[in-house]
């Protein structure tokens, strides 16, 4: 059984562990990356059956995909700057993103 995600697209979050910011992209129920990839990556070995997160990281040319366990919720009020924030989301309103309508 997978857990309800805590935060959602467009909700800016900060790093428990690493300290960085960044705002969420897309959720996954639970991990879908490769077994490799947490091996190499996922030091802390956090659950894979919880949600995981896309994240792109303020002040960064590049994304992250994040256990729900590392993240807190992003007091700062302040814009992530990342070259796709643009092209994925809006406009910024009190902490939050809105993402871009998609033409199907």
């Known amino acids: 059984m997978t857990a309800q995600a805590k935060f959602s697209i467009g909700q800016t979050v900060s790093h428990r562990l690493f300290g960085y910011r960044g705002v969420v992209y897309d959720v996954d129920a639970f991990f879908l990356g490769s077994e490799e990839w947490y091996d190499q990556v996922a030091k ?9 997160y896309r994240v792109l990281v303020h002040d960064a040319q590049h994304e992250t995909y994040v256990a729900e366990r590392n993240l807190t ?7 992530v700057v990342h070259p796709a924030v643009s092209e994925l989301f809006s406009e910024f309103r009190a902490g939050f993103y809105a993402p871009r309508q998609r033409v199907v």
Request: aromatic share 6%; net charge negative; charged share 30%.
């Open 73 to 79: 919720a992003d007091s700062s009020g302040a814009e």
């Open 44 to 52: 802390s070995r956090p659950p894979k059956d919880q949600p995981w």
